[in-house]
C-alpha cells in the first residue's frame, strides 16, 4: 500500500460516494454520485458539470506551462470542487453528512512512468475540511511507484458496467488522451491502455489559432485536408509500436509536423491523428471487439465518430446507446476507485497498468 493509504477494508456496505474529474482537459470539473459496493453493485446518481472560468482556465494552463507557481492554483482549484459538490448535492437534495467518501482525481500537471513519476494536484485535506467528508485521492502513485503506468484507471469500473454487453466489447474514452478498455469476461482478461492523443492537440491548435476551446463538432476539421506527410510523421513515434500496457502524458506529442499547416489542414490532420492511432490500438488486442463504445467528449465531435467508424469497420456507437451516461462516466468512476480504495480492493491490474500484482492504492483524508 502506499503511505498513509487507507488501511480498513469494509465488506457488504453500500457507500455512497462522490466521484470528481478534471483530469488532463482544460474544460471544468465533473462530479458525479455513485452508490456501490466497490464490486458489482452500482446505481449512478446526479452528476453535473462545473466549467472553468475563462481566467481560472488561463491560470490552470500557465501552470501545465510551468509559468505560474502551482500552489495558489491548486487551492483555488480544490475550492471550485468543493463549489462543485456544493452545486450536485443541492440537485441531489442531499446533505453533505449523507455521502460516506470522495474520490478527488485532481489536475494532471505531470505523468511519467518511465521515471515513476506522477503528479495530479489538488488538496485532499483542505477538501476534506471545506466539506466534512472523507476524500480519497492521488490514486495514481501508488501503482507508478512500483513499476506501473498509472493509468488507465478507469476498466474495472467499465467492467462492473458491462457485465451483459456481448463481449468482447471495447471502451473508448476520448478525454485529452483516449484509452482504450477490453473486456471479453472476468479481471484476468481486462486489458487496458492509452491510445494516443484524444482531444487535447485539437483543442490547443484551436485555441492557438483561433481563440477557441474545442473544434466544435469537428467543422474546422471536417472543411480541411489532412496532410498525408504530416499525419505519417505523428504515426511514426515509437509509442504507438509499444505493447500495453502503457500511457501518456498529455504533453508526450512533437506537433511540429503541422505547424506550417492551415488552420483548417491542421486540426484536419490532428483529428485524424486521434482516430489513426486508436486504430494501430487494434493490433494489441487479442480478439477484434464486435463493438466500440464511446465516452468523452470525442463521442459529441460527430466528425470524429464517423470518420473512426469508417477506419475501425464495425459499430462504433456512443454509450448512451447502451444508457450509460458518457458525461458522468469517468467522475462516476472515480467514486467507485474511492470504494474500492476504502475496502483495499485492488484499483489497478497487470492487463490495465502492467503492474505486477494487482495493487490497492490512494491517500485518505479523513474529514475533521
Not at 458489482?40 to 472553468?52: A, D, I, R, T
Not at 465518430?305 to 444508457?323: C, D, F, I, N, T
Request: charged share 20%; proline share 7%.
Amino acid at each position: 500500500m502506499h503511505p498513509n493509504a487507507i488501511t480498513v477494508g469494509f465488506m457488504n456496505k453500500n457507500f455512497l460516494a462522490l466521484g470528481l474529474m478534471s483530469g488532463t482537459s482544460l474544460d471544468g470539473i465533473d462530479a458525479a454520485l455513485l452508490r456501490t459496493d466497490g464490486e458489482n453493485f452500482v446505481e449512478p446518481g446526479e452528476f453535473l458539470n462545473l466549467p472553468y472560468a475563462p481566467k481560472f482556465r488561463e491560470r490552470l494552463r500557465s501552470v501545465l506551462k510551468g509559468t505560474e507557481p502551482i500552489e495558489p492554483v491548486e487551492r483555488e482549484l480544490t475550492l471550485l470542487h468543493a463549489k462543485a459538490i456544493d452545486l450536485l448535492l443541492t440537485r441531489a437534495m442531499l446533505k453533505f453528512s449523507e455521502v460516506d467518501l470522495i474520490g478527488f482525481h485532481g489536475h494532471t500537471v505531470f505523468h511519467n512512468p518511465a521515471q515513476l513519476r506522477t503528479y495530479q494536484i489538488g488538496d485532499g485535506a483542505l477538501l476534506a475540511s471545506e466539506t466534512g467528508i472523507d476524500v480519497v485521492c492521488d490514486l495514481r502513485s501508488n501503482d507508478v511507484a512500483h513499476g506501473g503506468q498509472g493509468a488507465p484507471l478507469v476498466p474495472l469500473y467499465h467492467k462492473a458496467l458491462a457485465g451483459e454487453l456481448a463481449m468482447p466489447v471495447a471502451i473508448l474514452n476520448i478525454g485529452g488522451i483516449a484509452n482504450v478498455t477490453y473486456i471479453n469476461g472476468d479481471e484476468v482478461s481486462l486489458i487496458a491502455f492509452d491510445t494516443g492523443p484524444g482531444g487535447a492537440l485539437i483543442d490547443d491548435w484551436m485555441y492557438q489559432k483561433m481563440g477557441k476551446p474545442f473544434d466544435d463538432d469537428g467543422g474546422v476539421a471536417s472543411s480541411g485536408s489532412v496532410s498525408k506527410y504530416a499525419l505519417s510523421q505523428l504515426l511514426s513515434a515509437p509509442y504507438f509500436d509499444r505493447s500495453p500496457p502503457k500511457s501518456l502524458d498529455r504533453d508526450e506529442f512533437d506537433i511540429t509536423p503541422i505547424r506550417a499547416l492551415s488552420i483548417k489542414d491542421g486540426a484536419a490532420t490532428l483529428t485524424a491523428f486521434t482516430y489513426y492511432s486508436i486504430t494501430r490500438a487494434v493490433d494489441h488486442l487479442p480478439n477484434l471487439p464486435k463493438m466500440w463504445l464511446v465516452t468523452g467528449g470525442g463521442r459529441k465531435n460527430g466528425f470524429l465518430m464517423r470518420k473512426l467508424s469508417e477506419a475501425l469497420k464495425v459499430p462504433v456507437e456512443p454509450v448512451e446507446m447502451v444508457g450509460w451516461d458518457g458525461d458522468a462516466l469517468e467522475a462516476q468512476a472515480f467514486s467507485y476507485l474511492a470504494v474500492r480504495s476504502k475496502r483495499r480492493l485492488s484499483i489497478t491490474l497487470p492487463g490495465t497498468t502492467g503492474i505486477k500484482k494487482p495493487m490497492s492504492g490512494g491517500i485518505f483524508h479523513p474529514k475533521p
